[in-house]
């Protein structure tokens, strides 16, 4: 109890001060100041200027989100959002009382109110300059406004201004009056318009345009969910319907309004393939997609740099994360590859093996088609299946298998592509293109290839001849590369809170105490993860013996046996919750020493460790060590595979943990906790202690590349 008596005071005391400082807010009279303004009166302008010095501090909130806010800030607050006043007028963000009385006293006469937009101003709108442009609208983004158009007009912001009989009765007016109504409902500190996507799309309906105007940093934007569309570009809209109005007709035949003077950018069909990345139908985006990654570069880069900013629009499920970076690079790709006659679309050999690849296959399964392809692939074959793995990026069991498949083939066929213009060529373009995309995995380390690769290499890449500064930049990268030696960024301090050695457990008090001690369900099954993640090897059945007891349904961690994989390495095991498996486990660990239990299951996966005559290969330990901790070609998700499995029977062969924990990790639900320091260091350990009878490849794994980006940032 004394250990609470400070944290409660803590709490006391913070809530004393909330209170303190909301009781201020309450009586503070620059609140009613600011609904003054609201309501057109232009005196609360000069109450308010003693506020634009004052440090105090005012509490307010944000939905539930408790502030703290000095009062100077608060006031100009309250004049932004109630003025348009030019820049060439007064800059509010920077002025102070002094700056803000004499601007007052300056333009005492000149400072007017709009009751229509509910805002002050000194110069009016229609000679205001505005920033705004059109372009036809695509087919499809039109058919799907349209629809809208009866639900639109419905809303009571169109009845209640009337904007909905001046629409009936064919008036422009219209117009105007919607612009007026949107700035008038515009976004405030604490107040948002949750109708500006209707007011957009009306105008759109009624003018049959796309219409951008210039909001935040200066930029165009087409959409309401672009980050850079606010206050600003709906007073764009105001400016220029207040002026031109008038100027548009109504077509019977078209059923819009038209404007004869009104200049608009021709749409054109890669438009229209970018409405239909949202078409509900995975068929339809994906091939929208597919043909967008094809298109005309510069065109795809011009709309995706502008669609990219609507961070609110989601795109269909089927295409890959962040869309439009994708397709600025691989409309990229493309051309080039359309540039220099090389196939980048494959044959219909390929599409099986894709489809196999996406599947769900068991380890066995999967490792053995990889090493198939890896053995049997063309060099002509990889730049398709790349290709395709970036289209289908959603597909995760094709991620990681075409990431193991790239790494092992590129290093094996390293001299090949160095040694052939065309492919260098290409695969140094491929280092450039898919690192922008932005999206973590494999494909950002194609560089990393040439790393350690000496003098020879660097002579082959200066007789690569490009024009291309962004590839001339990279190549000069990937020189300083090739005579860089790979050091593994090893951790000297190998115990950590997620790595040490295992305890010898009262498994039966520890559960008694978590169960009083747990705040909730949710702390309950934390505090038995991570009493699990303590236990040792020995242990490993009066675990699941408590396991099987515990009420434990996966909901914010692993679930309950999660620790026999992450922590002991026992990969190959899909449902440790059916107890025909766990039961099959326990007669298996009963009946072999810890050594056995690995080989078992290692022998069970079907992967390749051993010769012919049972005993350990160390040559194809390393190749494992090497490539088989999967970092997918595009993603996070991690798989270590049968390398944890290895490392243990490394361990208990060897006679030495190589100064690591007994356990692989603690993981107590944790993300990711993969032996890949482990794995580095045991290579070294085969290679110093002259255990591997072949030769092996210097090229770098991809694997390494998230942690040589650390290395090589930090020389």
Not at 192 to 217: A, F, P, Q, T, V
Not at 300 to 328: Q, Y
Request: hydrophobic share 35%; charged share 30%.
């Amino acid at each position: 109890m004394k250990k609470l008596i400070p944290i409660i005071f803590l709490l006391f005391l913070n809530l004393f001060n909330c209170q303190f400082l909301n009781e201020q807010y309450s009586k503070s009279k620059i609140y009613s100041l600011k609904d003054s303004l609201e309501k057109g009166n232009r005196n609360a302008f000069y109450e308010i200027v003693p506020f634009l010095d004052s440090h105090k501090k005012l509490a307010e909130f944000l939905g539930y989100h408790y502030l703290e806010t000095e009062e100077h800030i608060l006031a100009k607050r309250a004049i932004i959002e109630n003025s348009i006043f030019l820049p060439k007028e007064i800059v509010i963000d920077s002025i102070s009382s002094k700056q803000f009385s004499e601007f007052l006293k300056k333009n005492n006469i000149k400072i007017k109110y709009s009751q229509e937009i509910q805002a002050f101003y000194i110069t009016s709108i229609d000679k205001r300059k505005e920033f705004v442009e059109f372009r036809e609208l695509p087919k499809s983004k039109f058919e799907k406004l349209i629809i809208r158009k009866s639900e639109i007009l419905k809303k009571d912001w169109v009845k209640n201004k009337n904007i909905a009989l001046l629409i009936q009765k064919n008036n422009p007016e219209s117009l105007l009056r919607i612009c007026e109504e949107f700035y008038r409902d515009r976004d405030k500190f604490n107040k948002y318009n949750r109708d500006k996507d209707e007011m957009y799309d009306l105008l759109r309906i009624l003018i049959r345009k796309d219409i951008g105007s210039i909001g935040r940093h200066k930029s165009l934007s087409w959409d309401t969910k672009s980050y850079n569309f606010d206050n600003n570009s709906i007073l764009n809209l105001l400016i220029y319907f207040s002026k031109n109005y008038k100027n548009f007709t109504w077509n019977d035949s078209e059923n819009y309004f038209i404007n004869q003077t009104l200049k608009s950018e021709k749409t054109d069909s890669i438009s229209d393939l970018f409405e239909d990345l949202h078409n509900d139908n995975e068929a339809i985006a994906l091939e929208s997609f597919v043909k967008l990654s094809q298109s005309n570069p510069e065109r795809v880069s011009k709309l995706a740099g502008e669609k990219d900013k609507n961070f609110l629009e989601r795109t269909n499920d089927s295409i890959p994360m962040f869309p439009f970076r994708f397709l600025i690079q691989l409309s990229l790709f493309t051309e080039y590859c359309k540039q220099n006659n090389i196939d980048f679309l494959g044959n219909q050999r390929l599409d099986p093996i894709i489809e196999k690849l996406s599947s769900k296959l068991s380890f066995s399964e999967r490792r053995k088609l990889e090493s198939e392809l890896i053995d049997n692939l063309k060099i002509e074959d990889i730049t398709p299946l790349e290709y395709w793995t970036l289209i289908y990026q959603k597909k995760l069991n094709l991620q990681e298998s075409v990431s193991r498949i790239l790494d092992i083939y590129y290093t094996k066929n390293w001299s090949k592509i160095l040694n052939d213009n065309q492919q260098l060529k290409l695969y140094l373009k491929k280092s450039l293109l898919f690192s922008r995309i932005g999206i973590n995995g494999n494909l950002n380390y194609y560089a990393y290839k040439f790393m350690g690769n000496g003098s020879q290499a660097v002579e082959i890449l200066n007789n690569i001849k490009t024009e291309n500064p962004d590839l001339e930049n990279q190549i000069t990268r990937i020189k300083k590369l090739c005579l860089q030696k790979l050091e593994y960024p090893i951790d000297d301090k190998k115990i950590s809170n997620a790595n040490f050695n295992s305890q010898k457990i009262n498994i039966k008090d520890e559960v008694d105490k978590i169960r009083i001690i747990s705040k909730d369900e949710d702390d309950f099954r934390y505090n038995i993860l991570t009493l699990f993640s303590k236990i040792g090897y020995s242990q490993i059945p009066e675990a699941i013996k408590f396991a099987d007891k515990i009420k434990f349904e996966k909901v914010s961690f692993r679930d309950k046996y999660s620790f026999l994989e992450r922590d002991f390495g026992f990969f190959n095991i899909e449902n440790w919750n059916s107890e025909e498996i766990r039961k099959d486990f326990l007669s298996i660990y009963q009946s072999h020493t810890e050594k056995q239990l690995y080989e078992y299951y290692l022998d069970k996966a079907g992967v390749d460790y051993k010769n012919n005559d049972g005993r350990i290969n160390y040559d194809k330990i390393y190749e494992i060590l090497k490539f088989n901790i999967i970092y997918p070609y595009t993603g996070s998700n991690i798989k270590e595979n049968e390398v944890g499995a290895i490392i243990k029977i490394l361990e208990l062969n060897e006679k030495t943990r190589l100064g690591y924990p007994d356990k692989l990790c603690n993981s107590a639900g944790i993300y990711i906790c993969t032996p890949t320091d482990r794995a580095w260091e045991w290579q070294k350990y085969l290679n110093d202690n002259k255990l591997l009878k072949q030769e092996h490849s210097y090229i770098v794994s991809f694997n390494y590349g998230y942690y040589l980006d650390k290395v090589v940032q930090n020389r």
